[in-house]
């Protein structure tokens, strides 16, 4: 199957294998699909296909389908149908984004042209990122973000997307999970490489201090301010700052820092003087800052305003599946570190390693590397959950539930692949899933994080 395909979304079987087929006679490649909800396990910020909807559906309609879309990438082409003659309907879906809307009756051949233009738009889009991306020079994100599942195939291709362009992003991820490496390589691919990263560690500023930190001051600003001094904002200037842990910035200073990210302007403790601020702001996030808006403890305006662009980062749980052959790159690297010679690994030690539990995800991993490399004990953790004996018959069911949960993983809860990958069908794979307790909802869709 190509990825550059049509999505067929209709409810009315007949209306579905009739356009299919029709659409199929002008060379185009058509999957059909009963149901908005479906589209939505396919498409992600590397789908090079088109969508083509019915707008009026049972469940998700077409201009809810369509906004949803627009939510995960919205240079998506959509392009809705209608039987109705609804001429406001079609108002509101253009301003809304669609690509073109049709009525019923149309001719196979009109939509086949619209659809082949859609084509062609998707596949210049992508390939206009992927040349602003690399822009004009090789990068190493592969090596510094390994992974085969789609969870980080998607990753590096939006943080690549996103490193060409100039805008303030939020990443997300459980701790340990790697988000000061995607931050540091987002500023390394920009346009803004070669000039400072400032890191700024929220969590770790002086509380009294805060404001001088980073908006600098003036002598005199308060007692103890002998001299003039800079602050972190100044000094990045051309650069990228590097907010870690965003949600424990003080809420009172949270209004402050809305003011530098919309204004772009900065002013020091005891001056009037306004300093003009060139900068890039990356912040990375443990915690839901949805929630933390809820509970008050984080503002809105400034969560919006932050997320103009968001990255999403896996935990070693979402992507069982890497767990191998990242930990093998890891005692390389160790050993290198270390001046070691090349360890030999086991096949039983990246059997255990597979089946271990690791919350603190790729720091623990590393770690667990390094101690290899040193020659240490490389006992769990504690609090590690340890194997225990099981019957033949247990451990033949917990290591197929691992091969399914790995596998929902890796394809971001999506179906098709996984039932096509494991050689089952869709109904077993229905049956299994639930004979192990396994719900697709439990693999984050990193699509849900739009640009």
Known sequence: MSDARVLLVD??????????????L??????????????????????????????????MDGMTLLQRIREVDAEIPVILVTGHGDVQLAVKAMRA???????????????????????????????NRRLRAVAGKRDDIEARLPGRTQAMVDLRYRLRAIGATDADTLIIGETGAGKEVVARALHDISARADR?????????LPENLIESELFGHEAGAFPGAIRPRYGKFEHARGGTILLDEIGSLPFDLQAKFLRVLQERVITRLGSNEIVPLDVRFVATSKVNLEAEVAAGRFRADLLYRLNVATLHVPSLAQRKADIPLLFLQLVREAAARY????????????????????PGNVRELRNAADRLVLGLDLRPDEGQVQPEKQRLADKVADYER???????????????????????????????????????KLSIDYDDYAL
């Open 402 to 440: 691992g091969i399914i949960a790995s596998a929902l993983a890796a394809h971001g809860g999506a179906l098709r692949p996984v039932y096509e990958l494991l050689g089952i069908s869709r109904k077993t794979l229905y049956e299994k899933m639930q004979k192990y307790g396994l719900d697709k």
């Open 97 to 127: 984004g669609v690509y073109d809307f049709l009525e019923k009756p149309f001719t196979a051949q009109h939509l086949a042209a619209i659809a082949r233009r859609a084509l062609d738009r998707r596949s210049l889009v992508l390939e």
């Open 26 to 59: 002008f060379g185009l490649e058509v999957d059909t699909l009963s149901s908005a909800e479906d589209v939505l396990e396919l498409i992600g910020y590397s789908f090079s296909g088109v969508v083509i909807s019915d707008i009026r559906m049972p469940g």
């Open 196 to 204: 400072p990263l400032i890191a700024i560690n929220c969590a770790a």
């Open 339 to 358: 001046v070691r010679s090349d360890i030999d690994v086991p096949p039983s030690l990246i059997t255990e390693i597979a089946e271990r539990t690791w």
């Open 11 to 24: 409810d009315e079987e007949d209306m579905r294998r009739s356009t299919a087929q029709a659409l199929g």
